[in-house]
Nanobody, 115 residues
């Protein structure tokens, strides 16, 4: 059974930091590209950061220089380090693992940034 489990969300004041984790099981993790998405109330889900199976990374413009995505294939885990958080970063954050026709999502973790 495939599972993606996000953790590390919570409440933080603006300017603070959080580190999200996404732990995978039931897949050959190293083959998969991994994305972090977020969805705020009343908004569409948006792509935040990506890391390929080879370790190449991409970020949406609004988080560049503040967020860092990384992966540990030995631990089947991907991380999202979020620094200098802003109220507009408030959302439910989801990880998505995909490879060929396989596409899996976690249940999400809430991040709330107060001003």
């Amino acid at each position: 059974q495939v599972q993606l489990v996000e953790s590390g969300g919570g409440w933080v004041q603006a300017g603070g930091s959080l580190r999200l984790s996404c732990a995978a099981s039931g897949i050959t993790f190293s083959r998969f590209d991994i994305d972090w998405y977020r969805q705020a109330p009343g908004h569409q889900r948006e792509l935040v950061a990506s890391i390929s199976s080879a370790g190449a990374t991409n970020y949406r413009d609004s988080v560049k220089g503040r967020f860092t995505i990384s992966r540990d294939n030995a631990e089947n885990t991907v991380f999202l380090q979020m620094n200098s958080l802003k109220p507009e970063d408030t959302a439910v954050y989801y990880c998505n693992a995909y490879w060929r026709r396989y596409d899996y999502w976690g249940q999400g973790t809430q991040v709330t940034v107060s001003s």
